[in-house]
């Protein structure tokens, strides 16, 4: 079966205030413990701030180190999930299932990308 990168985009610049409250966390344990008695889920996680980052970039022969915050993306990766799944519709099914469990005022993107094995 293939696997499944989802990337969670949010911009950490506009991340909302206030805490979604114990319904959030109740609803997303439940599709958490859904997906993984399912056989599906590999591993997720959040991811610390821009602002604890480092980009590590190769150009013109060389190698720069760029410390965060950066404030020039709009969009950062701020969690992941690494699924195997039947195929993409069933990868995008659990990735919309996941963004709809958020709040209705709040913007979050999943990217879903399948892993080339080879």
Do not use: C
């Amino acid at each position: 079966m293939p696997r499944f990168l989802t990337m969670i985009r949010i911009d950490e610049q506009n991340t909302p205030t206030e805490a979604p409250g114990p319904e959030f966390d109740e609803r997303m344990g439940a599709l958490l413990e859904e997906i993984t008695k399912a056989g599906v889920m590999l591993d997720t996680a959040g991811l610390a701030p821009t602002s604890d980052g480092t980009r590590v970039t190769w150009a013109d022969g060389k190698v720069r180190y760029t410390d965060g915050p950066f404030t020039e993306t709009k969009e950062v990766i701020g969690g992941y999930s690494l699924i195997q799944a039947r195929d993409k519709a069933e990868a995008l099914e659990w990735a919309r299932r996941f963004l709809e469990i958020h709040p209705a005022h709040w913007t979050v993107t999943a990217e879903v990308r399948e892993i080339v094995e080879g």
